[in-house]
Each structure stands twice: as structure tokens, then as C-alpha cells.
């Protein structure tokens, strides 16, 4: 079955590829590869500002908990994993969560309440996304007016519609079924068992009873997300494009949603380059400069994961 989704999704890449050859003119992938060379100085800026933005989804993560807890760095180092396994692994941006899960329960924390953490930290982090796709859209309809705002408003409700799917999901059962699932590969695994999530669905919906820090928690993944608008912002410049900081809030917001709905596809790999190439023409922008923008934040993005799998190696998270 895996076998078969990874063919599935390379085929995906394939196809999109070809699609995007089709319609390209080699002066047009020539001026995309100079542009990320060009942007590449700006690495370290990029990965110091994805650092913060991991930091605040850190504090987002273990302010969920009322009890006892680790340190700040603790879940800083199993954030940071938790992103380069799911950048640099064909897991479907799902398995850095189940090792998050796992490593944060040999910290002291029950395998139930660390397995439910990570999930309401992901359904929060979800919909401060739909929230920063709505900033971005309304964004969009100030810089280029009404016309582009109407081109975007079937994203928005795409969005909110998962969004809502998600948490009516979780809401009727769906961490029921997930309890169940894990049980199965633990008999099939054995050094996994330690991860059965019993009581999974009653950990969960103790968090989600948390409004406070659930609130709290929804605004530092919002904040998170806003500071991916001065990477953008940097790259565009590196770029010699005159792009203003709401112009970067656009791409960003609109580049982010559609790398998310990508989800099921390894790295969403040619969903976001997809995606960051229609936000940069929303805003006037070549089409070159979107893609150009995320070939640099994919360097980024395999730096960070490098260091993230290393980290998850060293801690023993894949043992």
C-alpha cells in the first residue's frame, strides 16, 4: 500500500512537472534557477527566521499542558524533528508526529496525553492557518483590489471547510478510531507497543476544555505563520523584486495553504511550487519570482530537516 501511494505521488510530481515544461519556455527555467542562486545568500537569515517561527509553535505546544511538564527546549529539539522528518521522509507529513509523540512520552509524560497534545497542537495550528489565509486573502484585496480578492474566495472556503471537517472529525470519533489503529501496529510492531494510546479520545478532550489555553496556544501558531511573511519578504528581495511587506503577506499566505493542502503528497512536493507561483502573479509578481521563492525556502527547508533528523537520530526517537 505504500508502495502504491508513493508511486501515486510521484506520478503526481511527474505529471505536474511535464504540465509546467509544457507551458515554460526555457528562458523561463533558466531565469528560475538564477534567481535561486541569487537568493541564496540569504540562508542564514531564512533559517533564523524559521527557527522563531519553530520557538513559537514550541510554547504554543507545551502550553497545552496544565501538569508538570519539560522544558522549553524539550519541545523546541522534538518540534525540530518533528518538521525534518516530515520534510525529508515520504510519510505523508504525518510520521514527525508519531515520533514527536513517542519521544515526549519517555520525558514523563503518559503516551495517551503526549499522542493527544500533538494532535490538538496540529488541529490549532491548522486553524491559525486558516486564520493567516484569511488576513492574506483580505491582504490581497487591498493591494490589488476587489478583482483578485473575488479570484481567491473559493480558496478561502476550501480551507475553511477542512478546517471544519477536521474538527468535527476529531469532535465524533475520529481519535476513537486512531486509538484503535495504533493498537493494531503495536501487535504488528512490537517496539512500538510502549505507544498505545488508550485513552487517547479523554486525553484529547481534556485539552480542547482548556479555552484559555487553547486561545493562547491558536495565537502563537497565528503569530508563527506571520513571521513566515519576512522570509518571503527577504527572498523577494535577494530577488531585486520590489515586493512590500502586505505583497509578501499574500504569497506567503496563499504559498503556505497550498503546500497544507498538499498534505498527502511527500514534501508536497510541486503543490507548493504550484501554489507560491499563482500567489506571486495574484500580486503581480512573475511567475519566475514564485518559483524561484520556493526553490529557496526548499534549501531552507532541507538544512533545518537535516538538523532535525540528526537530532531525531542521536535521541534514539527512531529506535
Given amino acids: 500500500m505504500m508502495k502504491r501511494g508513493l508511486l501515486i505521488a510521484l506520478a503526481a510530481v511527474a505529471l505536474a512537472s511535464a504540465g509546467w515544461v509544457s507551458v515554460s519556455t526555457w528562458a523561463d527555467i533558466a531565469a528560475v534557477g538564477q534567481g535561486t542562486a541569487r537568493a541564496l545568500w540569504t540562508l542564514p537569515v531564512l533559517i533564523a527566521i524559521h527557527l522563531l517561527q519553530l520557538f513559537l509553535s514550541s510554547i504554543a505546544w507545551r502550553s497545552l499542558f496544565t501538569t508538570e511538564r519539560p522544558g522549553i527546549g524539550l519541545y523546541f529539539r522534538l518540534r525540530l524533528i518533528r518538521e525534518g522528518i516530515d520534510s525529508l521522509f515520504p510519510v505523508a507529513q504525518v510520521g514527525g508526529e508519531v515520533i514527536g509523540a513517542r519521544m515526549l512520552s519517555k520525558r514523563g509524560i503518559q503516551a495517551a496525553e503526549a499522542g493527544a497534545s500533538v494532535i490538538v497542537d496540529v488541529s490549532l495550528e491548522v486553524v491559525s492557518q486558516a486564520a493567516f489565509l484569511l488576513t492574506g486573502i483580505a491582504m490581497l484585496a487591498i493591494v490589488v483590489g476587489g478583482d483578485g480578492f ?11 471547510l477542512a478546517v471544519a471537517g477536521l474538527l468535527l472529525a476529531i469532535r465524533f470519533g475520529l481519535l476513537r478510531l486512531l486509538e484503535l489503529l495504533v493498537e493494531r501496529i503495536g501487535e504488528q510492531f512490537p517496539d512500538l507497543a510502549n505507544l ?7 486525553a484529547a478532550a481534556a485539552f480542547y476544555r482548556q479555552g484559555g489555553r487553547l486561545a493562547g496556544a491558536t495565537g502563537l501558531h497565528f503569530v508563527s505563520w506571520a513571521c513566515g511573511t519576512f522570509e518571503t519578504w527577504v527572498i523577494l528581495y535577494a530577488l531585486g523584486l520590489p515586493a512590500s511587506l502586505p505583497m509578501a503577506l499574500v504569497v506567503e499566505s496563499l504559498g503556505m495553504a497550498a503546500r497544507t493542502a498538499g498534505f498527502a503528497i511527500p514534501g508536497a512536493l ?8 499563482l500567489a506571486a502573479l495574484a500580486v503581480g509578481l512573475p511567475e519566475s519570482a514564485g518559483l524561484s521563492l520556493s526553490l529557496v525556502k526548499r534549501v531552507r527547508e532541507i538544512l533545518v530537516g537535516i538538523a532535525g533528523v540528526t537530532l531525531g537520530w542521536s535521541g534514539g526517537g527512531f529506535r
Wanted: hydrophobic share 55%; proline share 0%; charged share 5%.
Fill in 150 to 160: 473575488s479570484a481567491w474566495l473559493g480558496t478561502l472556503a476550501v480551507g475553511v
Fill in 196 to 202: 498505545s494510546l488508550t485513552g487517547l479520545h479523554a
Fill in 270 to 277: 510541486a503543490v507548493q511550487e504550484g501554489g507560491f507561483a
